[in-house]
């Protein structure tokens, strides 16, 4: 059943967006540092839904860091625990579900996200990229001799497969409120709902 009771006045276009969603999940998909976590749960606030960061639900379960994953079990091991992670809470009620910047690469995980989902892609350009990760310490794949070189490579191999998402949102410097709008116009288009022409 559709969560809005945390809202006592739900705007009238996030309750039909609620509807239309039914039983799936909302899946923010995207590189490291896009906003996938921040705008994730802003966007599950605004329509009174769950969030989940698949990556804290990974750190759970493995009852370790993702950087210890990486480093102690190494990247395959990370992989075939995410998408094990991801597949659990797919099948878990509906939600918005923030994932790694590697989930959508791997398409039984895409597959299980078509089916179960709508894929929301928050692209940003490297630049922004950049300049969002620096602040942090936390990721591994970035932990090399020439990090910008390494975000390159790693744009050049995953956008064409984001780009498969359902919707694709520019991820830029704006406040998180202003991607959740258009996150929320974008899937009324989706979903063919006029703005205004619910009762």
Request: glycine share 8%.
């Amino acid at each position: 059943m559709p969560q809005t009771a945390a809202h006592s006045s739900p705007c009238t276009m996030d309750a039909a967006i609620v509807e239309a969603i039914g039983g799936r999940s909302l899946v923010l998909v995207g590189m490291m540092g896009a906003g996938k976590s921040s705008v994730g749960r802003k966007l599950a606030m605004r329509l009174g839904l769950p969030f989940v960061d698949a990556d804290t639900e990974i750190e759970t379960a493995a009852g370790m860091t993702i950087p210890e994953i990486f480093e102690i079990r190494g990247e395959p091991e990370f992989r075939s625990g995410e998408a094990r992670v991801i597949a659990r809470l797919l099948d878990s009620g509906h939600k918005v579900l923030a994932t790694g910047g590697g989930a959508y690469m791997n398409p039984e995980t895409r597959s299980l996200i078509a089916e179960k989902g709508i894929s929301i892609w928050l692209k940003a350009e490297a630049d922004i990229l950049m300049r969002r990760i620096r602040r942090r310490n936390d990721r591994p794949l970035l932990r090399t001799a020439d990090p910008e070189a390494t975000l390159k490579r790693l744009i050049d191999e995953r956008y064409p497969v984001y780009a498969l998402a359902d919707l694709t949102i520019e991820s830029r410097d704006v406040s998180h409120e202003v991607i959740v709008e258009e996150v929320i116009d974008a899937l009324a288009t989706y979903f063919s709902l006029a703005r205004g022409a619910q009762a």
